[in-house]
Structures are given as structure tokens and as C-alpha cells.
């Protein structure tokens, strides 16, 4: 198996190889295990992190078993800054949320990609439980305004449905109620809100 090889030949391997981003990808996989057995600390830490932010989240763990605990703070501090600055965050920056328990920074995500709501808030709707309602109901407003056919007003109550899992009733009947004045020259919207149970 290559992993036993040197770094060099791993890096050889990259250069040769570049056309194809799978094996560059493999040969970083074994340079990361070759650091590993040569005890190569800084240098497994340098491409843990490129790794992670090529969205590969199995480093995640093991950059941040590199440091110590007193220095991990201000490093995971830089690793979300660094996704936050980003166009498109990678599923990877959820992730570290998530395990992390960054919940303002989850929230924020969620306040910049409406869809995802429906998906993350039971990690902050305890602690953020007005955000998380103001969330949904943009998106599910914003869905129905661009609903134009029967199977897209079915997702937009599919939609309703969870939000009212995570509102409760008071706030789905409250935000139908408001659909309903809004799309009152839909029936059959009406119709597919009339069946929300």
C-alpha cells in the first residue's frame, strides 16, 4: 500500500496526478498517514485543515485531537471565520457547528439559506425560538409566493407541518390564517391548506 510510502513520494504523486482530483485526493490521504507515523505534528496539521476545507470532515476529529485543549478554542475560532467567509459554506461548516454546539452561528447559517430550516432547528429553536419562527415564516411565505401548481402548493404545507412541529399550533394557524387573506384567489392552495391537520 502506498501509505507506507514517504511524504515525497505522496507529493510526487499529487504533481503527477493533478488531472484527477479523486487520486490527488488519495495521495493527500496517504501523505496525511505517512506525517502520522513520522510524528510530523505541524505538518499533519496543515493538511488536516486543507483537507477539512476541501469539505472532508473525517479531520475534523483529527486536527483537533493536533492541539492541545487550551489552544483548540482560538483555532476553531479561525476554521469558522474562515468558512464564514466563504460563499458557500460546504456541508463540512454545519457539521463542526453542529458538533460544536455554535448555535448563533447555526442560527446565522440558517438566516442566509432559508431551505435549511427545516432540516437544523431542532439545534436552536430552544435557544432562539422567535429567530427560528421569523426563519420559517420567510421561507414558507417565500415559497408560496412562487407556488404556481397544486404539487408545489403541497410542498409548501409539507412545509407548514413542520413548522408547526416546531412553533407549535398557535404559530401554523396563525401563519395559514395570514396564507389564506394572501392567496385567497387560489383554490387550489386553499384546498391543500384546508387539509393541514
Known amino acids: 500500500m502506498r501509505g507506507s510510502q514517504s511524504p515525497q513520494l505522496c507529493l510526487d504523486g499529487e504533481a503527477e496526478d493533478q488531472a484527477y482530483p479523486g487520486l490527488v485526493k488519495e495521495w493527500k490521504e496517504y501523505r496525511f498517514q505517512a506525517y502520522e507515523m513520522l510524528g510530523e ?8 485543515r486543507e483537507l477539512l476545507f476541501k469539505n472532508e470532515f473525517k479531520y475534523y476529529q483529527k486536527l483537533k485531537e493536533l492541539y492541545p485543549t487550551s489552544e483548540w478554542e ?31 452561528e447555526l442560527l446565522r447559517y440558517c438566516q442566509q439559506n432559508h431551505l435549511v430550516i427545516t432540516e437544523y432547528y431542532p439545534y436552536i429553536i430552544k435557544d432562539y425560538p422567535n429567530e427560528v419562527n421569523d426563519v420559517f415564516s420567510q421561507y414558507i411565505n417565500q415559497s408560496a409566493d412562487e407556488a404556481t401548481d397544486r404539487k408545489k402548493y403541497r410542498k409548501v404545507c409539507a412545509m407548514i407541518k413542520s413548522y408547526k412541529k416546531a412553533c407549535g399550533p398557535m404559530a401554523s394557524h396563525h401563519l395559514i390564517t395570514e396564507l389564506r387573506e394572501k392567496h385567497k384567489r387560489r383554490p387550489a392552495f386553499l384546498e391543500e391548506l384546508a387539509r393541514i391537520r
Do not use: C, H, W
Not at 505534528?41 to 488536516?48: D, F, H, S
Not at 456541508?91 to 448555535?103: A, H, P, R
Open 74 to 104: 482560538s483555532i476553531l475560532q479561525g476554521i469558522v471565520d474562515e468558512f464564514g467567509r466563504q460563499k458557500y459554506q460546504p456541508s463540512t461548516y454545519v457539521s463542526i457547528l453542529i458538533q460544536e454546539n455554535l448555535k448563533a
Open 41 to 48: 505534528m505541524e505538518k499533519q496539521r496543515e493538511l488536516a
